[in-house]
């Protein structure tokens, strides 16, 4: 179902957020201009992107991020999500409660030249390279909106991207795709169990913010406030349901995190999607669903779940044991890794909005 707001109705919803992203306890930059650009063609409808209000790097990106270990985090509760990433040994994750403030991260992990994007808006969070056409660069946040969704801007060449569609959608790089750096999306609660060593990032950002206080209110769980109008409904699931997006080639489908069965701890469920054998990963009780193709060394792959509180995410008829990351830490091929497929967290109603004709 198509949306169209009035003026009266939009200024409304600016009101709305403003107040959740720069109250006047939690000041921060607010650099920059609001508006929409004009002078660029976009690859969107141009008058489906607003201004959500705060303006231009008015909601501050972490370009310094600090991590502590996981013993020293005071500010999570087992229920909080984190987004974990992986470099080689090196594994860190990026609690939801400071994201929701800043929306992303300019990190450096190993080689890597990491932006971890996150829009509390739609719930969704992507890896991306900060390499674009060997140039590195780093990501804020535009103020603009598509879908509700968030639309960072590359500091080299100030073009606007859209976060879930992953490519630029207007400026210099217009029609440049998202180098994907594959994340997961997991529990406080699970994370620490898993990764006991890991590095977590600290509240220790260089700006004032209760890390504590949700800044959108009911939003999280109240179908019925969305804020910014989107271009597409689906009520097969509430707006608010949490589903694992996962695209191959030109197909696209959700997978229902809730329908994971509890019972089973990790359910395992393999199928041809777009013309690629792929694997799924779930537990509603870990909060977790994670994607990838199921073959390895040319070899197809048939898997049955693991137990996570030994760290195994699912197994495979060779007598590999694997993590969430998809990385076999023992068995025949220890230390290979499974080929992630394009595939994030996020709600419902943004998925259906970006892809109206997704499978569910």
């Given at each position: 179902?198509n949306?169209?707001?009035?003026?009266?109705?939009?200024?409304?919803?600016?009101?709305?957020?403003l107040p959740?992203?720069?109250?006047?306890?939690?000041?921060?930059?607010t650099?920059?201009?609001g508006?929409?650009?004009?002078?660029?063609?976009?690859?969107i409808?141009?008058e489906?992107?607003?201004?959500?209000?705060?303006?231009?790097?008015?909601?501050?990106?972490?370009?310094?991020?600090?991590?502590?270990?996981?013993?020293?985090?005071?500010?999570?509760?087992?229920?909080?999500?984190?987004?974990?990433?992986?470099?080689?040994?090196?594994v860190?994750?990026?609690?939801?409660?400071?994201?929701?403030w800043?929306?992303?991260?300019?990190?450096?992990?190993g080689?890597?030249k990491?932006?971890?994007?996150?829009?509390p808006l739609?719930?969704?969070?992507s890896?991306w390279?900060?390499v674009?056409?060997g140039?590195?660069?780093?990501?804020?946040?535009?103020?603009?909106l598509y879908?509700?969704?968030?639309?960072?801007y590359?500091?080299?060449?100030?073009?606007?991207?859209?976060?879930m569609?992953?490519?630029?959608?207007q400026?210099?790089?217009r029609?440049?795709?998202?180098?994907?750096l594959?994340?997961?999306?997991?529990?406080?609660?699970?994370?620490?169990?898993?990764?006991?060593?890991?590095?977590?990032?600290?509240?220790?950002?260089?700006?004032?913010?209760?890390?504590s206080?949700?800044?959108?209110g009911?939003?999280?769980?109240?179908?019925n406030?969305?804020?910014?109008?989107?271009?597409?409904?689906?009520?097969?699931?509430?707006?608010?349901?949490?589903?694992?997006?996962v695209?191959?080639?030109?197909f696209?489908k959700?997978?229902?995190i809730?329908?994971?069965?509890?019972?089973?701890?990790?359910?395992?469920?393999?199928?041809?999607?777009?013309?690629?054998?792929?694997?799924?990963a779930?537990s509603?009780?870990?909060?977790?669903?994670?994607?990838?193709?199921?073959?390895?060394?040319?070899?197809?792959?048939?898997?049955?779940?693991?137990?996570?509180?030994?760290?195994?995410?699912?197994?495979d008829?060779?007598?590999?044991?694997?993590?969430?990351?998809g990385?076999a830490?023992s068995?025949?091929?220890?230390?290979?890794?499974?080929?992630?497929?394009?595939?994030?967290?996020?709600?419902?109603?943004?998925?259906?909005?970006?892809?109206?004709?997704?499978?569910?």
């Amino acid at each position: 179902m198509n949306i169209s707001v009035k003026p009266i109705i939009l200024l409304l919803a600016c009101f709305v957020w403003l107040p959740s992203c720069n109250d006047d306890t939690n000041p921060g930059p607010t650099s920059g201009q609001g508006g929409v650009p004009t002078n660029n063609s976009w690859l969107i409808p141009q008058e489906l992107v607003f201004d959500g209000g705060p303006g231009k790097d008015g909601i501050p990106s972490i370009d310094n991020p600090a991590f502590i270990s996981v013993n020293e985090v005071d500010f999570l509760d087992d229920n909080d999500l984190i987004i974990g990433f992986r470099e080689g040994d090196v594994v860190r994750g990026y609690p939801h409660p400071i994201l929701d403030w800043h929306e992303i991260v300019n990190d450096e992990v190993g080689n890597t030249k990491i932006a971890l994007t996150y829009c509390p808006l739609t719930g969704t969070a992507s890896g991306w390279n900060r390499v674009i056409n060997g140039t590195e660069t780093t990501f804020g946040v535009s103020g603009l909106l598509y879908n509700t969704n968030l639309i960072p801007y590359d500091r080299n060449t100030d073009s606007n991207w859209s976060q879930m569609r992953l490519d630029c959608v207007q400026g210099t790089l217009r029609g440049t795709a998202v180098d994907l750096l594959p994340v997961i999306e997991t529990s406080w609660s699970t994370w620490k169990k898993l990764y006991p060593t890991a590095e977590v990032l600290s509240t220790n950002t260089g700006f004032s913010r209760n890390y504590s206080r949700y800044p959108y209110g009911d939003y999280r769980t109240n179908d019925n406030n969305l804020i910014f109008p989107v271009t597409n409904e689906d009520g097969r699931l509430g707006r608010k349901e949490r589903v694992l997006g996962v695209q191959v080639g030109t197909f696209t489908k959700a997978y229902h995190i809730a329908s994971f069965n509890t019972t089973l701890g990790v359910e395992i469920r393999q199928e041809a999607l777009g013309g690629e054998q792929i694997v799924v990963a779930g537990s509603s009780t870990d909060n977790l669903a994670v994607a990838f193709l199921s073959t390895l060394n040319g070899e197809q792959l048939s898997f049955e779940a693991g137990d996570l509180a030994t760290g195994v995410l699912m197994t495979d008829q060779n007598g590999n044991a694997y993590d969430m990351f998809g990385r076999a830490i023992s068995g025949p091929n220890q230390g290979q890794q499974l080929e992630n497929v394009r595939s994030f967290i996020g709600f419902w109603f943004a998925w259906a909005a970006f892809f109206p004709n997704l499978s569910l």
